[in-house]
């Protein structure tokens, strides 16, 4: 049990575009999920924790307007990176936890995203 | 400064060898996360740890709080075992900081 799934795993988009990935349970109730950015070579960022039903905390220095995250339910959370530019190139992670505190995560396989 | 310092960076074993990579954070802390991440980014949860020492299979993690430092061990390291290893922490007011992981390479 406890399986993320994101879709999708691999996105290449023009600049100025919008990008939504989506993050899914497929066999529990997330709570929490937690969506993290990687640059190559590089650790774990993480970027911002939502709660179902309510809106995303996010880290200091991560654009709430520029990216946007929604969990309207407890299988699912979108994020969605709004006029994409090359900088914002990355891997994207999401995590989601059955508790609030987010004690354990389970973690999707990734989004690889390329902005040209 | 990091809040979170992993050590070795790199690290490449024989098959077969004792693997202890270590780590060492600077904040409080509510929990300590040990991250294995595949080399195509998948990441599974190790560990989660507040205390003590936990065991799964060949790998052992244990924590001291007083010192602030934990150290993830692999027993009869296999070339499957290789991947990077990341030490996360939860801090008291819920942050959470990453050590920038130890890439490991077990050859056969």
């Known amino acids: 049990g406890a399986v993320v799934s994101q879709h999708p795993s691999w996105v290449i988009c023009k600049s100025g575009t919008s990008v939504k990935i989506e993050c899914r349970s497929l066999?529990?109730?997330?709570?929490?999920m937690f969506w993290y950015r990687q640059f190559p070579k590089q650790s774990l960022m993480l970027m911002a924790t939502s709660n179902e039903g309510s809106k995303a905390t996010y880290e200091q220095g991560v654009e709430k307007d520029k990216f946007l995250i929604n969990h309207a339910s407890l299988t699912l959370s979108t994020l969605t990176v709004t006029s994409a530019h090359p900088e914002d190139s990355s891997f994207y992670i999401c995590s989601a936890s059955r508790s609030y505190r987010g004690d354990t995560q389970y973690f999707g396989p990734g989004t690889r995203l390329t902005v040209l | 400064k990091n809040e979170v310092e992993q050590s070795p960076q790199n690290l490449t074993a024989q098959e077969g060898e004792f693997i202890t990579i270590n780590c060492s954070y600077s904040v409080g802390i509510s929990a300590l996360h040990w991250l294995q991440q595949h080399p195509g980014g998948g990441i599974v949860s190790l560990f989660m740890l507040s205390s003590g020492k936990k065991k799964h299979g060949r790998l052992i993690a244990t924590i001291n709080i007083q010192e602030k430092h934990s150290s993830l061990h692999i027993t009869a390291s296999h070339p499957r075992d290789s991947a990077v290893y990341i030490c996360?922490?939860?801090?008291?007011?819920?942050?959470?900081?990453f050590g920038t992981g130890t890439s490991l390479t077990v050859i056969p």
């Open positions: 066999d529990f109730q997330a709570t929490t």
């Open positions: 996360a922490v939860r801090g008291t007011g819920n942050q959470f900081y």
